[in-house]
């Protein structure tokens, strides 16, 4: 008995097993570490997000590469085998491999970033998330007038980037242009009027006007 306990526990496989469990727990709890101690002190939401995601991307990145080092002696015959095998887990994932590319484009495309509101896959709200497969969004419109939200999140395949437009209302140009129609009734006084207007329109907007033009100048210059 004590022998075949033995010859279990130094077996190579079961070495290599318990080296994974517990290189994988280390490379975790160091990617934690930094995400909680470094990345959380990061003021900005966006950067901060951003910098989290990255750092669980390296995680999932060094696992891989950790299991493969363990392994890499007894992948030299197993090439043939894993090369048919990964010819059918492409097509079988066809969807979920468009999706991680949808989400790399995202990430380094600049196509949307969490907070923004678009309009993905037919949905229109702001992005709450952006996973590796999927982005999450807080809707608006449909049975609600206006921009409010109706209450629904919703997830996107992020491979929708690639097949339909994305819609980004709140891009390099954070403003739309919106149109006001007034009926004024014929034989009025148009230029009073205009005056009244002019006056409601600049109490209303502000320097909003003003705003416009320098970020307009900044996307031109973009």
Request: proline letters at 2%; glycine letters at 10%.
């Amino acid at each position: 008995m004590e022998e075949q306990i033995n010859k279990w526990l130094f077996n190579p496989i079961v070495e290599k097993i318990a080296t994974i469990f517990i290189g994988i727990a280390f490379i975790w709890i160091i990617v934690k570490i930094i995400q909680k101690n470094l990345f959380s002190k990061i003021k900005d939401n966006d950067h901060r997000y951003r910098a989290k995601k990255f750092g669980s991307f390296i995680g999932y990145f060094l696992t891989i590469l950790f299991v493969t080092i363990v392994f890499s002696d007894k992948l030299g015959g197993l090439t043939v085998a894993f090369g048919v095998a990964g010819a059918g887990i492409a097509f079988a994932l066809q969807e979920v491999i468009a999706s991680f590319a949808g989400w790399l484009a995202i990430m380094f495309g600049g196509f949307y970033k969490s907070g923004d509101r678009v309009q993905l896959g037919g949905i229109k709200g702001d992005v709450m998330d952006i996973g590796i497969l999927r982005t999450t969004i807080m809707e608006t419109g449909q049975w609600v007038d206006g921009d409010l939200y109706n209450g629904r999140i919703v997830l996107v395949a992020n491979s929708f980037v690639f097949k339909e437009p994305v819609y980004n209302y709140s891009g390099d140009f954070p403003f739309l242009w919106d149109e006001i129609k007034i009926p004024i009734q014929y034989g009025s006084n148009y230029e009073k009027t205009g005056e009244i207007l002019l006056k409601i329109g600049k109490e209303v907007s502000g320097d909003l006007s003003e705003k416009s033009k320098q970020k307009w100048d900044f996307l031109q210059n973009k």
